[in-house]
């Protein structure tokens, strides 16, 4: 099996934690890409879709989904939230943001009150870490920012040619072994001129279903 098998078998298991009637809340790439495909096969038993980018949204419009403005639904509206992941540890705690999306990941994460995380099994860490932490930063703030990344231990490095969908830029922090993810997120969270880092630790994910050549495993 390759890795798009794997993504396309947990886009598919995805859809069972989908309700009737309800309005989904959709991530950003290539994992999540399968999960549109899925939903578009069921777009007439779910009111629409809350979008945590363009891309998401323009795939979602282009497969016949209505994408709804997020300030228009309400705090029970959205039962799932479904998106990938760039590294997922043992207690469903995310790196995000290999796809500059993050911030409104996390945003669309708030608001729906389950957080389904589709993967295939090369995300899945003991430490996370590799995968260079994705920060996102006001462009005037870019060297400040990336100097106290530096004192927490980090080696940033500007995404170059990558603007975000709220106009900001990407600093991917290297070399960071990430024994305690819920302190490190609020740790640079509290710098100065980041808007978000792609720790998902605070709001984890509440099922993780991991796409494996022997299945998709389950893990909560
Ligand atoms: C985008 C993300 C994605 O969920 C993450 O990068 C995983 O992507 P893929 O499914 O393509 O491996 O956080 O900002």
Known sequence: MDQNQLKQQVAQAAIKFVPEDCIVGVGTGSTVNFFIDELAKIKGRIKGAVSSSEASSQRLKQLGIAVLDLNSVGPDEVPVYVDGADEVNHQLHM?????????????????????????????????MGNFPLPVEVIPMARSHVARELVKLGGQPEWRMGVTTDNGNIILDVHGL???????????INQIVGVVTNGLFAARRADVLLLGTPDGVKEYR
């Open 95 to 127: 790196i995000k943001g290999g796809g500059a999306a993050l911030t409104r990941e996390k945003i669309v994460a708030a608001v729906a009150q389950q957080f389904i995380c589709i993967a295939d099994a090369s995300k899945y860490v003991t430490i």
């Open 177 to 187: 072994q990430i024994a305690e993810p819920v302190k490190l997120e609020q740790q």
